[in-house]
């Protein structure tokens, strides 16, 4: 139990183009889900927390307007790199918690490279 | 707010030999501390998380790791090292209350040579 999966696993596009990334709970449902960039070698920055329904927290530093966050169901979340730059590539993991728990349960992390 | 701290970058073991990595937190409350195993291009997978019940927390694949307040540490040991066990290490704190959000420490590059 306790899946998260995000699609695409890796990703490639243009400068100035933006790009989708899906999280998906698959047997369970996510009343947070949690977004994290991670650079070479390096380890997770928060980057946003969504809640099923409300617009997504965003931490101090990330643009949100670069980044959009949409949590519309218990299941899915996304994540949109508008006008994407070479400094947007990074690798990019989901995870999610249910309401009643405090762990959270990540995603396999999606490759993001911008050309 | 809390931190971890994790001393080492890089470990390099034998296979056989004991592993220990270290992590020490900071945390104005009690804390919930969690282990996570990360391989290359990979997520994160729970290697075992402590909750404030028993303060010896026994993992997947023979990892352990035990909370000890007065030193505020969350060490992570395995009696004997395995070549499948060289990964990316992550101790991580969060505390009741706050949002569940992990604070994450640099991680621990384990590397087990024969």
């Known amino acids: 139990g306790a899946v998260v999966s995000q699609h695409p696993s890796r990703v490639i596009c243009k400068s100035g183009t933006s790009v989708k990334i899906e999280c998906r709970s698959l047997d369970f449902q996510a009343t947070t889900m949690f977004w994290y960039r991670q650079f070479p070698k390096k380890s997770l920055m928060l980057m946003a927390t969504s809640n099923e329904g409300s617009k997504a927290t965003y931490e101090q530093g990330v643009e949100k307007d670069k980044f959009l966050i949409n949590h519309a169901s218990l299941t899915l979340s996304t994540l949109t790199v508008t006008s994407a730059h070479p400094e947007d590539s990074s690798f990019y993991i989901c995870?999610?918690?249910?309401?009643?728990?405090?762990?959270?349960?990540f995603g396999p992390g999606t490759r993001l490279t911008v050309t | 707010a809390q931190s971890v701290t994790q001393l080492g970058s890089h470990v390099s073991v034998s296979e056989g030999a004991l592993v220990l990595l270290r992590c020490n937190y900071s945390?104005?409350?009690?804390?919930?501390l969690f282990w996570y195993v990360q391989y290359p291009n990979q997520g994160l997978q729970l290697l075992l998380k402590y909750t404030s019940a028993a303060t010896l927390v026994k993992g997947i694949n023979g990892f352990e790791a035990e909370f000890k307040k007065s030193e505020t540490s969350f060490h992570l040991t395995k009696p004997s090292a395995h070549m499948s066990d060289a990964a990316e290490y992550f101790c991580a704190v969060s505390v009741r209350g706050g949002g569940n959000k992990l604070t994450f420490g640099t991680g621990t590059q384990l590397k087990v040579e024969l």
């Open positions: 945390s104005s409350v009690p804390p919930y």
């Open positions: 995870s999610a918690r249910t309401i009643s728990s405090y762990e959270q349960y």
